[in-house]
T-cell receptor, first 116, second 114 residues
C-alpha cells in the first residue's frame, strides 16, 4: 500500500492556460473522488468515479473542468482556460469497494494550483 | 443533503490545557462522522471516525469525540494539548445516499501556545 499519489504537487500557470492533474489511487480501490480546497476553507466535493464511470459532478464543476478515469485506475482532472479563482489545492481520495467497513477516504497530498 | 458547521474558526489554548473543538451537522439520513487533521503544508489525515456502535471514539494520540444524535454534534476533545497538536482540524460527514462523498466543515485552527 503506497498510498494515494498526486502529480504535480505544485503548478503555477498563467490565466487562460490549460492544466491537467493526475491522481493514482491505492491499488484496487474502485472509488475515486476529487475535492477542491481554497485557503481557509474545508475541502469541497467536485466529482467521483466508481471504476471508470463518473457517477456525480458537483455544481462547482463548471464546463471548464473535466475529469476522466479511463481504465478505472488513475484519474485526470483538466481545467481549461484557467482563471485566478481556480487557484486552490486539488485533492484526490480513494476508497475500496464501498460498504460500512470501507467508508473512510484515503487522501493524497494534493496539487496546489496557482493561477497568475 | 448534509452540512457541517464548525462553530469556532480559531481556538488558541495554552500547552497542557484541555480543548474542545465543536462540530454540528445536519442530515436527513444516517451519517458517518469523521475528524481530519491537516498539519501545515501537509495533506489530510484521518484522526478518528464514528461509523456505528459506541458513541465515544478515540484516537491514538489522545483525542476523543462523542457522537450525540439528539444534538447532532460530534465535538472533539483532548484533556491536555501539546505544541505539536497545532493544526487545522476538519469535521466531516458522509452518507451512503451521496455516494459516500465527504462533506467537510470550514475547519478550526487549533493554536497551542507555550
Amino acid at each position: 500500500d503506497t498510498g494515494v499519489s498526486q502529480n504535480p504537487r505544485h503548478k503555477i500557470t498563467k490565466r487562460g492556460q490549460n492544466v491537467t492533474f493526475r491522481c493514482d489511487p491505492i491499488s484496487e480501490h474502485n472509488r475515486l473522488y476529487w475535492y477542491r480546497q481554497t485557503l481557509g476553507q474545508g475541502p469541497e466535493f467536485l466529482t467521483y468515479f466508481q471504476n471508470e464511470a463518473q457517477l456525480e459532478k458537483s455544481r462547482l464543476l463548471s464546463d471548464r473542468f473535466s475529469a476522466e478515469r479511463p481504465k478505472g485506475s488513475f484519474s485526470t482532472l483538466e481545467i481549461q482556460r484557467t482563471e485566478q479563482g481556480d487557484s486552490a489545492m486539488y485533492l484526490c481520495a480513494s476508497v475500496p469497494i464501498p460498504g460500512q467497513g470501507a467508508i473512510r477516504q484515503y487522501f493524497g497530498p494534493g496539487t496546489r494550483l496557482t493561477v497568475l | 443533503a448534509q452540512s457541517v458547521t464548525q462553530l469556532d474558526s480559531q481556538v488558541p489554548v495554552f500547552e497542557e490545557a484541555p480543548v474542545e473543538l465543536r462540530c454540528n451537522y445536519s442530515s436527513s439520513v444516517s451519517v458517518y462522522l469523521f475528524w481530519y487533521v491537516q498539519y501545515p503544508n501537509q495533506g489530510l489525515q484521518l484522526l478518528l471516525k464514528y461509523l456505528s456502535g459506541s458513541t465515544l471514539v478515540e484516537s491514538i494520540n489522545g483525542f476523543e469525540a462523542e457522537f450525540n444524535k439528539s444534538q447532532t454534534s460530534f465535538h472533539l476533545r483532548k484533556p491536555s494539548v501539546h505544541i505539536s497538536d497545532t493544526a487545522e482540524y476538519f469535521c466531516a460527514v458522509s452518507a451512503n445516499t451521496g455516494g459516500f462523498k465527504t462533506i467537510f466543515g470550514a475547519g478550526t485552527r487549533l493554536f497551542v501556545k507555550a
